[in-house]
């Protein structure tokens, strides 16, 4: 089993460092990758700070992975060594049970295995993320990255981007369609992109007037600043669809008013309990729903769309080496809009070792 070299908490108190974890040997349906980009999700915080419950340590997080194929098992059918290629949030699932069949193995019904913080399903050996040399991840759950896109601004597409698209998708979302998101942040500017780029009017929910040009930038058409009752009050029964990237628990009444007879309000973002007055949805037959992430074949559509509207994430590239600043001005919401972190400062590292 290679040994490769990584970025590790070893607890949930303690601060991420270098640390080495062993890769797999391929299997005859794997694929390696090295690693040259990872994103980094707001997720990664909660789960190597225990937030979203007790980690698993140690833990090397990344779910945001791009990379090159280095080599490839016998069985391997779609990708050669000197492919691109990326890995999300998803590494394994059952791919028996009726979700898997559908392709939508985040739903899987006897769990799916995540990039990292969880177990693989055969040995029960801990998985490790992105923020490594490189990853071995069975051909079903590597994906194809167009070479057309800048690759570092590629890898929050495989966590936000999806988060955003699939709902879009589900929902059938296009032209005469009218779309708000609430929030700017890593997933909310991914929303403006896409719901534009699939033809929408998009407007932002924002609670800052600072974000208003930054919205129309990314191809927001208007921005309410949710926080004006009289702004809110001229907008209500305005929306088809509503994208909520709130990452805690709110109140979803001043949104919900705002959406039309049969109007859908989707959460993306809030894991806490937020509640709901049923007369605001009885009234107009509105609907609050949740959705996570996408399956494998939506997330392969969702690169090539974005490939096809030349759509990445906007990003600050780091070097692994300031990961912890990175959580801290994550955590005060001081980044436009993803860190990405460029894995060959890892190499610089090992080397000067």
Known sequence: MPTVNAYAAQNATTPLA????????????????????????????????????????PMVPGHEIVGRVTAVGG?????????????GVLIDSCQDCPSCAEGLEQYCENGHTTTYNSRERDSGNLTFGGYSSSIVVREEFVLRVPESLDLKAVA???????????????????????????????????GIKLAAA???????????QSKADDAVRLGAHHVIISSDPEAMKAAR??????????????????????????????I?????????????????????????????????????????????????LIDMQDINAAYDRMVRNDVKYRFVIDMASLGREAAAD
């Not at 589900?170 to 991914?190: D, N, Q, S, Y």
């Not at 088809?240 to 859908?264: C, E, M, N, R, W």
């Not at 894991?271 to 709901?276: F, K, R, T, Y």
């Not at 609050?288 to 600050?316: K, P, R, W, Y």
Request: with cysteine; glycine share 14%.
């Open 75 to 87: 069985q391997v059918q779609g990708f050669k060594p000197g492919d691109l290629a990326g890995v």
């Open 237 to 266: 029964a305005s929306f088809d669809f509503i994208l909520s990237t709130v990452p805690t628990s709110h109140d979803l009444a001043p949104y919900l008013k705002t959406l039309k007879l049969g109007g859908q309000l989707v």
């Open 156 to 190: 929050p597409l495989l966590c936000a981007g999806i988060t955003m698209y699939s709902p879009l998708r589900h929902w059938k979302i296009g032209p005469g369609h009218r779309v708000a998101i609430v929030g700017l942040g890593g997933l909310g500017h991914m």
């Open 18 to 57: 270098p640390f080495q974890i062993e890769r797999r040997d391929l299997r005859p349906d794997d694929v390696q990758i090295e690693i040259l980009f990872s994103g980094v999700c707001h997720s990664d915080i909660h789960q190597a700070r225990s937030e979203w419950g007790p980690g698993l340590y």
């Open 268 to 316: 993306v973002g809030a894991i806490d309990p937020v509640g709901v007055h049923g007369g605001l949805l009885i009234s107009h037959r509105r609907s609050v729903s949740g959705s996570n992430i996408g399956g494998l074949a939506e997330t392969q559509e969702m690169l090539d769309f974005c490939a096809e509207h030349g759509i990445v994430a906007d990003i600050e």
């Open 198 to 208: 699939l033809g929408a009017e998009v407007t932002l929910f924002t609670t800052s």
